[in-house]
């Protein structure tokens, strides 16, 4: 049993390595690594599992407000099938369009950032002591 086990910690330090080498995972993983001890034997299986619930919560909200980069996926669709069919008067009405799809998401975009700035400058205004 202890052979097995050796051979899984083995098999999981190379895979670990494997990803550090194609940049999937980077040398803050050993961080984490080295804050595992016996009170948190777990203690890197969790964070892992937190850090997929939390990126996946940010994907979905950043999925739903980015519905204007859609309209931008169609303008951009739409100039490529006028481009095909040798249409040019197609052409410049989806390149206007792409271009006009594009300032409203660009814009819609800046908002965002600009929200998420505020939020983490008031968090930051709470946090200092008085």
Known sequence: MAAKGKDLSQQLEELISSLQEQGILTDYFD??????????????????TIFLRVAEDYRAELTRNLNACGLVSLACQELVDASEANNKEGCLVALENVNHEYLVAKENLNRIVGMECEIYDMRLCRKQPE
């Open 31 to 48: 961080d984490i690594k080295e804050l595992q001890d016996e009170i948190n034997p777990r203690f890197v299986d969790e964070i892992i």
